[in-house]
């Protein structure tokens, strides 16, 4: 099959890539690199030719609201008109476990974007997926003030990048289903606790320092709203075992 990765260059988009190569198929990435502006749609339509299915993983850094609606929204209109023109039978969207009950203004913009998917042209497949382990290496960067990092107080249950990316390729394999069975980590932890048990792995001398995040929305993070509930399906690699890969990369 021809799949069209939107957002290849990511921490996801680079796994989809990947693992679609690995299983045989040709992979198209839908990057500025290449011709392609997502926020505009030029060079999508081309780019597009004889693709079968495209996976979604854009992502944008924001907590506005208009922000996060406005270019989700767009970057979804672009590619499924551009889709619908090229023939594509199979779009398929990576979203957020939660984003339902967490009223941030970046998940906001994530029900958004799935709204369009679900009202557009294009046959589709969604999956949720909680934070990755990655997340807790992310988030130490975000509020850093000399060695110490104030990572957001949130209750996770954190899945490899990697195994998302195969859920994924299979459901692009698989054909389009609707809203796919959402797909959580091994374990619940504390974000804070990972990014320190990360900085301890690696050797860094940094501290972490748990940041309550204000109002209903950290209240509800805090209190384990980004948790998969029902019936969703458990990611493979645990956290020591995707950090224990993460400590030997060269550098730590």
Do not use: C
Request: glycine residues 12%; proline residues 5%; positive net charge.
């Amino acid at each position: 099959m021809r799949i069209g990765v939107a957002g290849a260059t990511g921490t996801v988009g680079r796994l989809v890539a990947r693992t679609a190569d690995d299983r045989g198929h040709e992979v198209v990435p839908l990057a500025r690199s290449l011709g392609v502006d997502l926020s505009t749609g030029d060079g999508l339509r081309e780019r597009l030719h004889g693709v079968d299915a495209v996976v979604d993983v854009t992502n944008v850094s924001t907590q506005r609201r208009s922000v996060a609606e406005d270019f989700f929204t767009s970057v979804t209109g672009h590619l499924l008109a551009a889709e619908q023109a090229a023939g594509v039978g199979h779009h398929v969207l990576l979203s957020i476990v939660g984003i339902d009950d967490v009223p941030s203004g970046y998940y906001l913009g994530k029900v958004a974007q799935e709204a369009a998917v679900r009202a557009g042209p294009t046959p589709w497949s969604i999956l949720r997926a909680t934070q990755f382990h990655e997340f807790a290496e992310q988030m130490l960067d975000v509020a850093r003030v000399g060695r110490t990092s104030l990572v957001p107080d949130l209750l996770s249950q954190t899945v490899a990048a990697a195994d998302v990316a195969k859920v994924l390729v299979d459901a692009v394999e698989r054909g389009p289903r609707g809203r796919l069975v959402d797909l959580g980590g091994p374990a619940v932890a504390r974000l804070p606790d990972l990014s320190r048990r990360l900085v301890g792995a690696v050797g860094e001398h940094r501290r972490v320092v748990p940041l309550p995040l204000p109002g209903r929305t950290g209240r509800l993070m805090r209190e384990g709203a980004l948790l998969p509930r029902g019936r969703w399906r458990v990611g493979d690699t645990t956290f020591e075992a995707w950090l224990t890969e993460r400590a030997a990369r060269p550098g730590g």
